[in-house]
């Protein structure tokens, strides 16, 4: 069996320091290494420098898929900082898809060596490598979760991600992620219209969390910013700020008005997935 290790840095990764925690190279290699059953075969890339999972992109998104196409015949497992796991968890799955490839994302809350959560998830994730049907998971607190619907819901606790269940399409076109400039923007009471126009006015498109099952405020002169945003060719895609249940328009005619501007339909995408569909559709 071969294994293909991406590690791209986060708290598993790190060691104690006179600042703080900070990654230090040698600790994930070193850990899987003497957990693989014998005769597998370990091929590492390890990013340099190592990132926290705050500064993960487009470009190292980029990076994973490239390195994973270049090893069709490997498993591979991800190394990454929860902060940003929803997001590359997403934008792997939807990137992937139609590829038939088995790819295992792990990370902790606590770094190798301090009794926590990290060796556990290290050994979920090796074993579930050992699976052959093709997808994107996360190994962490005991359990395989989806990773195209990732929710980090707490920042502290062990047990911190849910996953809500995605509807990714399959592709036979090899997607990767294009220089463009999305946001995802929260629809609170009282934002004013003239901020919204000036960060859309510097935007490609942007995914809007409105509320409950598809409603916003009645302005006008939002609507009127969301319209012609749409109508200059932006892509604007809803989902909702609640954490299950997705949209429904037309249930209220609280909501009338905004669908009017032509914005799309998230369904019950996470906010991350729905802005990873705007980055590969």
């Given at each position: 069996m071969?294994?293909?290790l991406i590690h791209t840095g986060g708290t598993i990764g790190m060691a104690e320091t006179p600042e703080g925690l900070a990654p230090r190279k040698g600790l994930v290699e070193e850990a899987i290494t003497k957990r693989l059953p014998q005769g597998t075969e370990l091929i590492?890339?390890?990013?340099?420098p190592l990132l926290d999972s705050a500064d993960v992109g487009p470009a190292h998104w980029n990076r994973m898929l490239e390195t994973i196409r270049s090893h069709p015949d490997a498993t591979v497992i991800i190394t990454h900082g929860t902060d940003t796991m929803a997001f590359t968890g997403a934008a792997l799955s939807q990137a992937l898809a139609g590829e038939v490839r088995r790819v295992i994302l792990c990370g902790s809350m606590l770094?190798?060596?301090?009794e926590g959560d990290a060796?556990?998830?290290?050994?979920?994730?090796?074993?579930?490598?050992?699976?052959?049907e093709p997808g994107v998971l996360l190994a962490f607190y005991g359990r395989l979760l989806a990773a195209d619907g990732l929710i980090k819901h707490h920042s502290q606790e062990a047990d911190s991600f849910r996953t809500q269940p995605q509807a990714t399409p399959r592709t036979t076109k090899r997607r990767t992620f294009l220089d463009r400039k999305l946001a995802i923007l929260t629809l609170s009471p009282g934002i004013p219209a003239d901020a919204v126009e000036a960060i859309l006015e510097k935007l490609d498109g942007a995914v809007l969390r409105i509320f409950g099952s598809g409603t916003a405020m009645n302005d006008t002169n939002l609507l009127k910013v969301l319209a012609e945003a749409v109508k200059s060719g932006k892509r604007l895609r809803?989902?909702?700020?609640?954490?299950?249940?997705?949209l429904s328009?037309?249930?209220y005619a609280a909501g009338a008005s905004l669908w009017s501007t032509g914005i799309e339909n998230g369904g019950t995408e996470t906010p991350e997935a729905a802005l990873i569909h705007l980055w590969l559709n």
């Open positions: 071969k294994l293909l590492t890339d390890v990013f340099n770094p190798l060596g301090q060796e556990g998830n290290l050994d979920l994730a090796i074993s579930a490598a050992m699976g052959t809803a989902v909702s700020q609640c954490e299950a249940g997705g328009p037309g249930v």
